[in-house]
């Protein structure tokens, strides 16, 4: 009704102050329907349900339908895919670093003269990095990670929550069955795994971030909810120093006034007499009157 009365500016906040008051009711609402809420909020131009609804979308785009992306506003699927993209290029970056961790005491120098005893006694180490490597590679080839229809939150979440999260002491039975060792070795081997899981923790932190209002711990949220909006990517942004476009006003002539005047004007009567310093009549009465007999006499002839 306000946008048929085109009254949306004066009615916005008294909307978005009810909404608001409705506190946990709200967000979970929101969360189980992003879609209808981002719709809402572009409209009423609300800041904070447009970016709670907006999280939520990116959180689940890896698992929507094409049909279901094209269903939103155009300015709504342009930020969402916008947002994801970046998220995605982050979970790529993250993996990669993941995989090419060591922990930092197996860097050795050259002034060291590190020898095979040096590698020999962090063999254990070198075991754990091997197994969590395949495990991580498996991971990705079942599409258990970025690609995977949650977007990789449980696979994340499983590195973020580390000790027994995964690779868990079950594992490392079945491991055992290939590569039987001591009792005490195995301890070791598990230990050393507990190492470098506690190193892996710090990279997916900003994966785990939790940019909504609802507590995962209470409601069943599966996706993850780390997209950032700035205010610059709310649909109705208009930025402060934008630009006027000016009219073309073609410019006005200049006045040309002239440097010097070479010989005074005399006024008569409003009107400018001119004399011509060329040539000059004498005539021959010796007055400057009418002449009597019509004769004149060049400037440079003798009277």
Same mark, same amino acid.
Request: aromatic residues 10%; contains cysteine.
């Given at each position: ?6 009254s949306?500016?004066?009615v916005?906040?008294?909307?978005e #102050?009810?909404? #608001? ?7 979970? !609402? ?14 009423? +131009? ?8 907006? %999280?939520? #979308? ?25 947002k ?13 670093r ?16 590190p020898?095979?005893?040096?590698? &020999? ?19 990705? !080839?079942?599409?258990?990670?970025r ?6 939150? &449980? =696979?994340?979440k499983a590195? +973020? ?14 491991? +055992?069955?290939? =590569?039987?060792?001591?009792a ?16 892996v923790r710090?990279?997916?932190?900003? #994966? ?17 909810? %780390?997209? +950032? ?30 440097? !010097? ?21 004498v ?9 009597r ?11």
């Open positions: 009704m306000a946008e048929i009365v085109g949306v500016d004066q916005r906040e008294t909307i #102050l009810a909404l #608001l008051r409705q506190d946990n009711i709200l967000w979970t !609402s929101i969360a189980g329907n992003p879609t209808a809420w981002a719709e809402l909020a572009c409209r009423a +131009h609300s800041t904070t349900i447009f970016r709670e609804g907006a %999280c939520h #979308l990116i959180g689940k785009w890896q698992s929507m339908s094409e049909q279901k992306k094209m269903d939103l506003r155009p300015e709504i699927r342009d930020i969402c895919q916008k994801y993209d970046e998220v995605r290029v982050a979970k790529e970056a993250i993996e990669m993941i995989l090419g961790h060591y922990p930092g005491f197996l860097c050795r120098t050259v002034t060291d003269r020898g095979r005893p040096a590698y &020999a006694n962090d063999i254990y180490m070198w075991m754990a990095i091997s197994f969590f490597r395949h495990w991580f590679a498996q991971a990705i !080839s079942d599409q258990r990670t690609e995977a229809l949650d977007g990789g939150y &449980a =696979f994340y590195l +973020h929550d580390g000790g027994q999260a995964y690779l868990h002491h079950l594992d490392f039975q079945n491991f +055992h069955s290939y =590569f039987p060792m001591s005490k070795a195995c301890n070791v081997l598990e230990a050393n795994m507990a190492i470098l899981k506690e190193d710090s990279f997916v932190k900003d #994966l785990m971030r939790n940019n909504v209002h609802v507590d995962p711990k209470e409601h069943d949220i599966n996706w993850l909810t %780390c997209a +950032h909006l700035e205010k610059e990517d709310y649909p109705w942004y208009v930025p402060e120093d934008t630009p006027q476009m000016e009219e073309d006003v073609e410019p006005e002539p200049e006045l040309v006034l002239p440097q !010097s005047i070479p010989a005074p004007c005399a006024a008569k009567k409003g009107r400018a007499v001119h004399k011509s310093p060329a040539k000059r009549r005539y021959s009465n010796g007055n400057n009157d009418s002449p007999d019509g004769s004149t006499l060049d400037a440079g002839e003798e009277e």
